[in-house]
């Protein structure tokens, strides 16, 4: 009871609205179905050979990356309530698009305008959670939206294998409803309070509304921050990538224990999260859990090469989602807490800009290297540089916070 109750005063102090981003994330990546069955659908259903598979699975990565960088520059413009409105209800229509042109080059580009308009809510709503979290819960609230996220793609991808056996074009049915669903709620919720901020803005001085402040691509020292933020991205999101082919073709594992590892490690970060970052902002300084953060990814990596079975890998994979805790949440913070109030978005979007160049550089990286060198060679070369990382992660971020 006491562990029950000290799990639950780790959400003490989050704020409603922090609370109704987090449902809104939640039934948003719930519905997101399509991309994990994406290759499938393409290499199964259209016949899509792996090459041209690839190129349409990278220009997701492009959106990716453009929406990011339009989804910072548009919320500092017109407001985060404005831009996560709209990709909602944009990118709802799309998803019921895509089944009517079967071509490569249709694909490829209904794919990219997907992932564009999908990833300029990401920057929007990381600054609504700034605008509604208080300052001492920030990380908290941002750990709390992350949990939505996990707990969505832990939903999606299960409902969306019942529903892909049945008929792949259930898939895009289902993520229309959930964008839709999810633009309706956060409409209801937030027009009104939106309003009210909106109101509260225009009363402040003159001064205070004309401050822009600094841009991110003019401030060195975050963008050598988000330079090492994607470096550890690459690094680590073979999570989705050269992990589960390690566990097919060196550990042996069938798909259903590889579905059992990856679902466990999204069952773990949802049990832990709010936890250890709990515990970790009462005990260390942002720039030490980072270096932790870094240094613990590497571990995971590095203990593959010592071991194969089933208890080694789900003991490998719980220390990469410990790193993932100490990490994603904290990096966003930085993030925050370096922006001022007429930049968060551009801030917001550089952030989103780092981790979305891994989602284009990770695949073709890590097989690149298992094909050419081997698995053991990818997992020590991935511990060196998020060793480096863990460094310069710690000197750069000490440098960029305020000291207390």
Not at 28 to 48: A, C, E, I, Q
């Amino acid at each position: 009871m006491k562990l029950f109750n000290s799990y639950i005063n780790t959400f003490k102090g989050l704020s409603k609205e922090a609370w109704m981003l987090s449902i809104v994330m939640l039934i948003n990546r719930s519905g997101s179905m399509v991309l994990p069955f994406l290759g499938v659908y393409m290499t199964d259903h259209l016949k899509f050979s792996l090459e041209n598979a690839g190129i349409v699975l990278s220009f997701y990565g492009i959106g990716s990356v453009l929406g990011s960088w339009l989804g910072g520059y548009l919320t500092d413009k017109f407001g985060e309530y404005y831009i996560q409105t709209w990709s909602l209800f944009l990118s709802a229509p799309i998803f019921l698009i895509i089944p009517f042109f079967p071509s490569v080059e249709m694909m490829a580009v209904l794919i990219f305008l997907q992932s564009t308009i999908s990833d300029t809510f990401r920057p929007a709503n990381s600054v609504a959670i700034t605008k509604y979290a208080r300052p001492e819960n920030l990380t908290k609230a941002f750990s709390l939206n992350r949990m939505a996220v996990n707990l969505g793609f832990s939903i999606g991808p299960a409902l969306g294998g019942v529903l892909s056996g049945i008929s792949y074009n259930f898939l895009f049915v289902f993520n229309f409803i959930g964008a839709l669903v999810a633009g309706i709620i956060y409409v209801i919720f937030f027009r009104k309070r939106n309003k009210i901020f909106r109101e509260k803005k225009k009363s402040e001085t003159t001064e205070v509304i004309k401050k822009t402040g600094k841009s991110p691509y003019k401030d060195y020292p975050f963008l050598l921050y988000s330079f090492l933020c994607t470096v550890f991205a690459i690094c680590f999101f073979q999570f989705f990538n050269t992990i589960p082919l390690f566990y097919k073709d060196v550990a042996k594992l069938s798909q259903s224990t590889i579905g059992f590892i990856l679902g466990y490690s999204g069952f773990i970060i949802v049990l832990l999260e709010m936890p250890l970052v709990s515990i970790a902002e009462r005990t260390l300084k942002i720039p030490q859990i980072l270096f932790l953060g870094a240094v613990l990814a590497g571990l995971s990596y590095l203990m593959l090469v010592f071991g194969s079975n089933i208890l080694w890998l789900i003991i490998s994979m719980t220390v990469l989602c410990v790193a993932e805790i100490w990490a994603l949440p904290f990096m966003s913070t930085v993030t925050a807490l370096r922006s001022e109030n007429g930049n968060k978005g551009a801030y917001m979007g550089v952030n989103g800009i780092a981790f979305s160049f891994s989602f284009i550089i990770t695949p073709f990286l890590g097989t690149y290297v298992v094909s050419r060198f081997g698995f053991d060679s990818l997992w020590y070369g991935s511990f060196v540089v998020l060793a480096i990382s863990a460094v310069l992660l710690y000197i750069i971020v000490k440098k960029m916070l305020p000291a207390k």
